[in-house]
């Protein structure tokens, strides 16, 4: 069955960086883009960044970019996110979702990752 | 961006109820929506695609309607599992656009 596991997370002074990862299994990872999506604590869901199962194409939010850098290792069936300057406001659950075949949402989501951002 | 409103913020209704949640888009995003459940600790579900599509799995109680800018989920006859946190998201273009979520409780 599709597994998405990330981690990477943990509290983390303003300013500073982080890397997240999403292990995948179940599926045939190098063929589906993916995305990560958060939520801030009380707070709803917002998308962050996707890319193409090559890596080829990435997209940000205007909230994280030039601050964040999605990247996939196919090899080894994992998920990034670089997170630099991090700053409150980015504070939140991370979720990687696994884009359906062919499609545009996500179908599949990890349990996420909490990064807290406090010094 | 587009903006996804979604409402009510929450809801409170019984077992057996019948409920339904309105998600608005502030510009047309043809049928590309989707929704998601959500409980505390848990990854979110996937439920609906391309705004009325029922994921393979999802029991029939559910389904979602609408097109252009205005949607709704509904549940047909409230279970105990339902009671969850339900959001829209739009994926017509990007940035993919979330609701702000509804919270579904129980009465």
């Known amino acids: 069955q599709v597994q998405l596991v990330e981690s990477g997370g943990g509290v983390v002074q303003p300013g500073r960086s982080l890397r997240l990862s999403c292990a995948a299994s179940?599926?045939?990872?190098?063929?589906?883009?993916m995305h990560w999506v958060r939520q801030a604590p009380g707070k709803g869901l917002e998308w962050v960044s996707v890319t193409s199962s090559d890596g080829s194409v990435k997209y940000y939010a205007d909230s994280v970019k030039g601050r964040f850098t999605i990247s996939r290792d196919n090899s080894k069936n994992t998920l990034y996110l670089q997170m630099n300057s991090v700053r409150a406001e980015d504070t939140a659950v991370y979720h990687c979702?696994?884009?359906?075949?062919?499609?545009?949402?996500?179908?599949?989501w990890g349990l996420g990752t909490l990064v807290t951002v406090s010094s | 961006d587009i903006q996804m409103t979604q409402s009510p913020s929450t809801l409170s209704a019984s077992v057996g109820d019948r409920v339904t949640i309105t998600c608005r888009a502030s510009q047309s995003i043809n049928i590309w929506l989707a929704w998601y459940q959500q409980k505390p600790g848990k990854a979110p579900k996937f439920l609906i695609y391309d705004a009325s599509s029922l994921e393979s799995g999802v029991p029939s109680r559910f389904s979602g309607s609408g097109s252009g800018t205005e949607f709704t989920l509904t549940i047909s006859s409230l279970q105990p599992d339902d009671f969850a946190t339900y959001s829209c998201q739009q994926y017509n273009s990007y940035p993919y656009t979330f609701g702000q979520g509804t919270k579904l409780e129980i009465k």
């Open positions: 979702a696994r884009i359906r075949y062919s499609k545009s949402y996500p179908d599949y």
């Open positions: 179940g599926f045939s990872f190098s063929n589906f883009g």
